[in-house]
């Protein structure tokens, strides 16, 4: 008897230290990929065009991010089977890549990080380590502003 997909995803699930939430997301997507291809084998299941026909057909009513999820969910369970010499290792060039928008990240303005060093050097006190708040702080707005570091 050949291993199924879902099975195999049981046994992955079970060498790894996982959440209870993303244990549950990847024993549903591995049962999804299943019921999509109507087969059980896992040799059957996972091939390059099953996977991309799955992620097609997701793309139509999920969102790009929880699609690329999926993606690598199924290359994770593909490269652990074939670690396992139940099947060949995906051709990953060949498995749908999906593109997701530019993420527009909101930021300060150089007149906002003015006024916020500024106010900075108003503060007074000091943290129990010895270092000041007017240091501390002016230092943290402008590391944050050099290297673009969001908190």
Not at 67 to 89: C, E, H, M, T
Not at 112 to 131: D, I
């Amino acid at each position: 008897m050949s291993v199924t997909l879902v099975q195999f995803a049981d046994r992955y699930i079970g060498e790894r230290v996982l959440s209870p939430t993303y244990t549950a997301v990847m024993r549903r997507r591995a049962e999804l990929l299943q019921e999509f291809t109507g087969k059980e084998a896992i040799g059957e299941v996972l091939t390059v065009d099953n996977v991309n026909a799955f992620l097609v057909a997701l793309g139509d009513y999920r969102k790009p991010s929880t699609v690329k999820g999926y993606r690598g969910d199924f290359v994770s369970l593909w490269q652990a089977a074939a670690d396992l010499d139940l099947l060949p290792y995906p051709v990953l060039r060949r498995i749908r890549r999906v593109k997701l928008a530019e993420q527009v990240i909101t930021c300060y303005t150089i007149d906002e990080a003015r006024a916020l060093l500024e106010q900075a050097t108003k503060l007074t006190g000091g943290y129990p380590n010895g270092v000041g708040r007017r240091v501390y702080w002016d230092a943290a707005i402008r590391l944050a502003w050099d290297t673009g570091l969001r908190r």
